[in-house]
Nanobody, 124 residues
Framework: QMQLVESGGGLVQAGGSLRLSCVAS????????MGWFRQAPGKEREFVGG????????YYADSVKGRFTISRDNAKNAVYLQMNSLKPEDTAVYYC?????????????????WGQGTQVTVSS
């Protein structure tokens, strides 16, 4: 059973940066496509971006393209979300998720495992 643990969230001013980490255990991490999602209060969970297991491709939602970067280190069983130029509308709980698909969709139903989430709050 795969377990995912996110960290790195916090409070930051608009224009600032944060780097989220997600560490996996109990699995062959390099076999999974990894995605990041977020959920703001009163809103549905939305896709932020993802990275293929061989690190060949990354995908981003239009709302974060050019500001967020996803990377992974299969040797460390970790995936990262570097968030720059943060905006108040980026405030949400951020989740990492794992999928057995080579290139998972933006739909949360494509993912098999989820972390518990980490809060990101961007003040104006």
């Amino acid at each position: 059973q795969m377990q995912l643990v996110e960290s790195g969230g916090g409070l930051v001013q608009a224009g600032g940066s944060l780097r989220l980490s997600c560490v996996a255990s109990g699995c062959t991490f390099s076999a999974y496509y990894m995605g990041w999602f977020r959920q703001a209060p009163g809103k549905e969970r939305e896709f932020v971006g993802g990275i293929t297991r061989d690190i060949s491709f990354t995908y981003y939602a239009d709302s974060v393209k050019g500001r967020f970067t996803i990377s992974r280190d299969n040797a460390k069983n970790a995936v990262y979300l570097q968030m720059n130029s943060l905006k108040p509308e980026d405030t949400a709980v951020y989740y990492c998720a794992a999928s057995t698909y080579y290139s998972a969709s933006a739909s949360a139903t494509s993912y098999d495992y989820w972390g518990q989430g980490t809060q990101v709050t961007v003040s104006s």
